[in-house]
T-cell receptor, first 114, second 114 residues
């Protein structure tokens, strides 16, 4: 079936550094999402993105976070600067449309901030 | 703010048995309900969706929705060892804006014993 890829699978960085998480969504999908999961907790919505714009973001999507998808390439989540509480698994998802359309998830990027 | 709760936290089922998973949600404006399954090391994958009150059967899986009672469930008949996974209930609201954020439960871990 359709696959979402995420690069890297693991990232370890020092607090205060910048990190970019990359997502290769399903090729004909138009809507893109990031979710955050802290170990032992529920997966939580961060942001969704359509037609080059953020459509909705949660309170977890701090000012240090940004997303973009330049020219149909990777959909990226950038965190600058990182904080200890950013340590989590970040899942990217994509969907063809919204409403009752399935969101396809990648395998996640485990981010550890030291 | 939407709250999604799942029970039980974990479940051991004999091979060939029935697994029953429960989910409650708090927002009466909820419109779309999904069951996702996650195997270790992978991202969540949609198992099935249900949007109308009543039962929906897909093979060995049956979902039940009762919006008035804020309740959705999943039953797995004739459980197989390959059904061993983490199962998430995910809910999204009716919205006029593009993109659907999913609110996830914490998951039910199912173990099917041969």
């Amino acid at each position: 079936g359709p696959k979402v890829l995420q690069i890297p699978s693991h990232q370890i960085i020092d607090m205060g550094q910048m990190v970019t998480l990359n997502c290769d969504p399903v090729s004909n999908h138009l809507y893109f999402y990031w979710y955050k999961q802290i170990l032992g907790q529920q997966m939580e919505f961060l942001v969704n993105f359509y037609n080059g714009k953020v459509m909705e973001k949660s309170k977890l999507f701090k000012d240090q976070f940004s997303v973009e998808r330049p020219d149909g390439s990777y959909f990226t989540l950038k965190i600058q600067p990182t904080a200890l509480e950013d340590s989590a698994v970040y899942f990217c998802a994509s969907s063809w449309a919204w409403g009752g359309y399935e969101q396809y998830f990648g395998p996640g990027t485990r981010l550890t901030v030291l | 703010q939407q709250k999604v709760q799942q029970s039980p936290e974990s479940l051991i089922v004999p091979e060939g048995g029935m697994a029953s998973l429960n989910c409650t949600f708090s927002d009466r404006n909820s419109q779309y309900f999904w069951w996702y399954r996650q195997h270790s090391g992978e991202g969540p994958k949609a198992l099935m969706s249900i949007f109308s009150n009543g039962d929906k059967k897909e093979g060995r899986f049956t979902a039940h929705l009762n919006k008035a009672s804020l309740y959705v469930s999943l039953h797995i008949k004739d459980s197989q060892p390959s059904d061993s996974a983490l199962y998430f209930c995910a809910v999204s609201p009716m919205t006029n804006s593009a993109g659907n954020k999913l609110t996830f439960g914490i998951g039910t871990r199912v173990l099917v014993r041969p």
